[in-house]
T-cell receptor, first 116, second 109 residues
């Protein structure tokens, strides 16, 4: 029973390029969350998605960032025209049921994005 | 605005002794708290949680205490082991998770 999978584990991009981060939730999980950890900080919520729906994107930067979770395939976090400040670890988590206070989220190993 | 704060960036403890990690929060409406443990190059893993209707929850060597009047929670690890060395995050879960900045725990043999 594989856990949450993220790829790539490490991604290097030059300023202005696009970054695509992928997350495959645990089997049977239909809810995905993305978090970002900047250096020396805790994880910060970005977006919560169900299959084909964005439920809460209150933590997403207004520009250049987008997320999707299609009916088939992994969830994608896309960052267009990356800047140095986007360098961070991006974590995906999944859960099996409708988002409630008591529903545990299982985290993937993260993708470390470095923008040169 | 940091709604969940861990004011100690690091803690060093001798093996076998108690580790106490602290966390403060600002919103009295918060009602469910969790502690996560994170090793380098891995994602956070759930450790223990507590609901605001309780003031203590225990699981083996790990105990979480909640002081609602002080808006403070703490994680006690007894006895501490070298394998406990990691970054510990407290989080509030009122929907999405709101994390503190983390405390690096080092347990020396």
């Amino acid at each position: 029973n594989a856990g949450v999978m993220q790829n790539p584990r490490h991604l290097v991009r030059r300023r202005g390029q696009e970054a695509r981060l992928r997350c495959s939730p645990m089997k049977g999980h239909s809810h995905v969350y993305w978090y970002r950890q900047l250096p020396e900080e805790g994880l910060k919520f970005m977006v919560y998605l169900q299959k084909e729906n964005i439920i809460d994107e209150s933590g997403m930067p207004k520009e250049r960032f987008s997320a999707e979770f299609p009916k088939e395939g992994p969830s994608i976090l896309r960052i267009q025209q990356v800047v140095r400040g986007d360098s961070a670890a991006y974590f995906c988590a999944s859960s099996p049921y409708k988002e409630t206070t008591y529903n545990e989220q299982f985290f993937g190993p993260g993708t470390r994005l470095t923008v040169l | 605005d940091q709604q969940v704060k861990q004011n100690s960036p690091s803690l060093s403890v001798q093996e076998g002794r108690i580790s106490i990690l602290n966390c403060d929060y600002t919103n009295s409406m918060f009602d469910y708290f969790l502690w996560y443990k994170k090793y380098p190059a891995e994602g956070p893993t759930f450790l223990i949680s507590i609901s605001s209707i309780k003031d203590k929850n225990e699981d083996g060597r790990f105990t979480v205490f909640l002081n609602k009047s002080a808006k403070h929670l703490s994680l006690h690890i007894v006895p501490s082991q070298p394998g406990d060395s990691a970054v510990y995050f407290c989080a509030e879960k009122g929907g999405k998770l709101t994390f503190g900045q983390g405390t690096i725990l080092t347990v020396h043999p």
